[in-house]
């Protein structure tokens, strides 16, 4: 188990051996979920590192990430529907 310690604004340092298995460098994203009385951190991935993996839904539609997520759920939908 690794310990760290809270800074008096709050921040935590992640090892770098956690944030190298991660993915995590400076800037990256992160989720934060509250578990009981652990906190999850999970590395999120940028739209660029997942360009591409919705691109037969997202045929047509705008290049907001907003819109490409609302017609890959409803394409996603119909699918999982038409089995």
């Given at each position: 188990?690794?310990?760290?310690?809270?800074?008096?604004k709050g921040?935590?340092?992640?090892p770098?051996?956690?944030?190298?298995?991660l993915g995590i460098r400076p800037r990256s994203r992160?989720?934060?979920?509250?578990?009981?009385?652990?906190i999850i951190i999970r590395p999120?991935?940028?739209i660029s590192?997942?360009?591409?993996?919705f691109r037969e839904?997202?045929?047509g539609?705008?290049?907001d990430w907003e819109s490409v997520r609302t017609e890959t759920e409803r394409a996603v939908a119909r699918e999982v529907a038409d089995e």
């Open positions: 188990m690794t310990r760290g310690t809270v800074s008096e921040q935590l340092t992640l770098i051996a956690m944030r190298r298995k992160v989720e934060l979920e509250l578990r009981g009385n652990e999120l991935k940028s590192e997942v360009a591409g993996v839904y997202a045929e539609v705008s290049a």
